[in-house]
């Protein structure tokens, strides 16, 4: 899984099953718009769309696609509610939340409820297919401006607990994960097992508290472990 600060673009092929989108839009100008940017892509195709949070449900829990582009702000359920209802009935499926701000007060929110990837609702059409194909296959994307802002959020909602002891091993790999490394080249690099990876991994969550890599590399960065601006850069 990588996650993915600065947007380096690594063209991903379009070969094997098709990836089944599903949109969640209250503003229909946007769900067509993003359907037909989704639907020109090779290897994609939109299966279903929904107009507010308890419909993005119903139609997921009848299509299971492999990926929901979720808006924040709808009438009858919010995309996060929706995204923590999603996540909970489908756990296979992705949520790539779309907001209009970098500063949204619900990224945190999204983030906690199980979202596998946030960007700009201005974002690039080859954005956009990068973003579904990469959470598709496992990876995490947050686009750079969203993750400062997502880090003070963290901040301000952790305040500052003392930090969980963690060994000099697992501060590798949670470096590692920040810098967008997969669990096979983590074990090839440290010259040890794919399984080893997998319970240091599991580890690192259960002593930070979070559910996912994004969670761990939020806390990565905000503890210093790694800074967004070389992972940029680099």
Request: proline share 3%; glycine share 10%; hydrophobic share 45%.
């Given at each position: 899984?990588?996650?993915?600060?600065?947007?380096?673009?690594?063209?991903?092929?379009?070969?094997?099953?098709?990836?089944?989108?599903?949109?969640?839009?209250?503003?229909?100008?946007?769900?067509?718009?993003?359907?037909?940017?989704?639907?020109?892509?090779?290897?994609?195709?939109?299966?279903?769309?929904?107009?507010?949070?308890?419909?993005?449900?119903?139609?997921?829990?009848?299509?299971?696609?492999?990926?929901?582009?979720?808006?924040?702000?709808?009438?009858?359920?919010?995309?996060?509610?929706?995204?923590?209802?999603?996540?909970?009935?489908?756990?296979?499926?992705?949520?790539?939340?779309?907001?209009?701000?970098?500063?949204?007060?619900?990224?945190?929110?999204?983030?906690?409820?199980?979202?596998?990837?946030?960007?700009?609702?201005?974002?690039?059409?080859?954005?956009?297919?990068?973003?579904?194909?990469?959470?598709?296959e496992g990876d995490t994307i947050v686009a750079p401006e969203i993750a400062r802002k997502t880090l003070l959020a963290f901040e301000e909602a952790e305040g500052e607990p003392e930090a969980p002891s963690l060994t000099e091993r697992e501060v590798e790999i949670i470096t590692?994960?920040?810098?967008?490394?997969?669990?096979?080249?983590?074990?090839?690099?440290?010259?040890?097992?794919?399984?080893?990876?997998?319970?240091?991994?599991?580890?690192?969550?259960?002593?930070?508290?979070?559910?996912?890599?994004?969670?761990?590399?939020?806390?990565?960065?905000?503890?210093?472990?790694?800074?967004?601006?070389?992972?940029?850069?680099?």
């Open positions: 899984m990588v996650v993915e600060f600065g947007w380096e673009f690594r063209r991903r092929g379009g070969g094997g099953a098709v990836i089944r989108v599903v949109i969640v839009d209250d503003q229909p100008l946007l769900t067509d718009g993003f359907g037909r940017i989704v639907d020109a892509q090779p290897g994609m195709k939109v299966v279903g769309t929904a107009h507010d949070g308890a419909s993005g449900v119903k139609v997921c829990r009848e299509l299971k696609p492999d990926v929901v582009l979720m808006d924040i702000n709808m009438p009858v359920m919010n995309g996060v509610a929706a995204t923590r209802r999603i996540r909970d009935i489908l756990p296979d499926t992705k949520v790539l939340i779309l907001t209009v701000y970098a500063d949204d007060v619900h990224v945190f929110q999204g983030i906690k409820a199980g979202a596998t990837g946030y960007l700009l609702k201005d974002c690039t059409p080859d954005d956009l297919s990068f973003a579904i194909r990469s959470v598709h590692a994960l920040a810098r967008g490394r997969g669990n096979k080249q983590i074990a090839r690099d440290l010259a040890i097992s794919d399984k080893t990876v997998r319970n240091h991994v599991a580890n690192i969550y259960k002593k930070l508290h979070v559910y996912d890599r994004l969670g761990a590399v939020l806390y990565a960065i905000r503890e210093g472990l790694v800074d967004v601006d070389r992972l940029e850069s680099g």
